[in-house]
């Protein structure tokens, strides 16, 4: 009745919550939705949804989600929220659309790609139907549980759903966001609703001269200009604002023609692993660092990788230094289990960690992130080189599992693969040791009896968490990888 009634008066179309309460011409008085206690709702005509609600509150909120535009009206709307990524997750970024409104979609079919501070992940449709319209443009910042977009389903598909007012009302547009939001209960496409958030524009201020009032890009450069923002709209002819934001491919920057010469500033927002190193890096600089520093001699173990390379049987594998370093750090760590430890601040409580997760800082288009290679106690050189590229390939196309970057135990930060000597690294927490090593490189070393002679050395840098670590254990610690390293077939005689 809900539906013919707003045909019948020609209303317009909104996706926002609904009150349940008799259709009058006015807004029903608060008290009355307080004092209702059974509330029948007939849906639609092929798909009946039948409402009885009886609570101790009293009354609930629901979204009918109802659409009359053409070509819905045989189906019911959707939305698809954000789900859960993972354990402590609680936004993500939308890199990109791999639909656009309009297509038709089946069961499990992706429907973007979001980036969170721990991997990247793909969406995927629970439902088959139709893409009715997007809430959010590539860049967005969603917070788990906020709809992404809207789908036209058929009602066999759509559980009935019941949302307790003491809940989140409207995953998109809360109580307390409406006077900050831009976009709820306007109708625009993506791309205009980023040209409105381009120039700080509300929408809902925008006269809207489309189809059911919607807000066209002509209609944001009428009221920017009317508004003095910009003085000149012959900076947006010939631009197309459409399926650039749904790809997320392209950055329609708009500029205006009188600002075309001149080298303004950009701002940029740090999302993804770049946010989550803003938050580690905050929170490591209160843990009290010490540093330790040390110079290897590295001539065996370049013999031992160019033995490697010069038999190496293995299509597509590279021999290179670090495997071996990994492998003898974890034989280190054998002998002192502390330097592989984390530490509970609220219990006072060291974990000596049983499982040697090596994490390998590594920087990439996406920012620094830190995967790590598991059991590293139980694997052998080739197993580390095998498993190290695969991470790498995946970092570097941004599509690391959750599962490779948590759970690392201690962190090695090869710098001298850029071309750096030696760095002062910041605790990865709850880790409480991180080594930086830089190039290996030939240097004159003086003999006992004075003769110069050239070796190749590397320098290590050891962060350690003071509350954990004292000076001595991690020399001690230094000294027995520096032997190893020195002397690799020390490790044959070590490893399991």
């Known amino acids: 009745m809900m539906i013919v009634r707003r045909v019948w008066h020609k209303r317009v179309w909104s996706s926002t919550p609904r009150f349940l309460y008799p259709y009058t011409t006015t807004p029903a008085p608060a008290s009355s939705l307080l004092t209702a206690h059974k509330l029948p709702f007939t849906g639609y005509t092929n798909n009946s949804i039948k409402i009885k609600i009886e609570s101790k509150v009293g009354w ?20 698809v929220p954000l789900a859960q990524t993972g ?11 791999f639909v656009k409104e309009g297509d038709e979609i089946e069961d499990f079919q992706p429907l973007c790609e979001v980036q969170s501070d721990k991997a990247t992940i793909e969406i995927t449709s629970r439902y088959k139907g139709k893409v009715a319209q997007f809430l959010y443009v590539p860049g967005d910042i969603v917070k788990v549980g906020e ?13 009935i759903l019941k949302h307790d007012v003491t809940e989140n009302i409207d995953s ?3 109580e307390g966001e409406v006077k900050k939001s831009t976009t709820c209960g306007v109708l625009s496409t993506p ?15 925008v006269h809207g001269s489309g189809k059911d009032g919607r807000v066209l890009k002509e209609d944001i450069i009428k009221h920017a200009i009317q508004k003095g923002i910009i003085k000149d709209s012959s900076g947006f002819e010939n631009v197309d604002s459409g399926d650039q934001f749904l790809r997320g491919e392209e950055d329609c920057l708009f500029v205006p023609a009188e600002l075309g010469s001149h080298c303004d500033d950009k701002t940029i927002p740090l999302r993804g692993f770049q946010r989550a190193m803003v938050k580690t890096m905050s929170m490591a600089a209160k843990v009290p660092h010490f540093h330790y520093v040390e110079e290897i001699n590295c001539d065996a173990l370049v013999e031992l990788k160019e033995s490697f390379q010069n038999n190496n049987t293995e299509p597509g594998v590279k021999h290179t230094f670090l495997p071996s370093l990994i492998k003898s750090l974890s034989v280190a760590i054998s002998k002192y289990p502390w330097i592989n430890s984390c530490f509970n601040e609220d219990s006072m409580e060291v974990i ?11 920087a990439t288009p996406s920012g620094l992130v830190v995967p790590n290679i598991k059991n590293v106690q139980s ?3 080739l197993e580390i080189t095998t498993e190290l590229l695969r991470l790498q390939q995946l970092a570097l196309a941004n599509k690391l599992n959750p599962e490779d970057i948590t759970g690392g135990t201690i962190t090695l930060s090869n710098i001298g693969a850029i071309g750096g000597k030696f760095g002062a690294p910041i605790l990865n927490l709850p880790e409480v040791a991180i080594i930086a090593i830089g190039r290996i490189q ?6 006992d009896d004075g003769n110069v002679y050239p070796v190749s050395a590397m320098t290590v840098n050891i962060g350690a968490d003071h509350r954990v670590l004292d000076g001595a254990t991690v020399a001690r610690f230094c000294n027995e990888w520096k032997k190893l390293i020195e002397k690799p077939e020390l490790l044959m005689l070590l490893m399991r």
Not at 191 to 205: E, F
Not at 352 to 362: D, E, P, Q, R, V
């Open 147 to 159: 709809t992404l977009l809207k789908m036209v389903v058929e009602g066999a598909q759509v559980p």
């Open 352 to 362: 000596l960690k049983g499982s040697h997760n090596i994490g390998i800082a590594m």
């Open 442 to 447: 030939k240097v004159a070393h003086f003999a």
């Open 87 to 97: 354990e402590g997750i609680a936004e993500c970024e939308l890199l990109k659309w």
């Open 172 to 174: 998109h547009c809360s």
């Open 60 to 79: 609930r909120l629901f979204s009918s989600q109802a659409l009359a535009d053409e070509g819905m009206s045989g189906g019911i709307v959707v939305d």
């Open 191 to 205: 791309a205009v609703r980023h040209l409105g958030k381009q120039y700080n524009i509300n929408l809902n201020d």
């Open 379 to 381: 694997l052998s050189i």
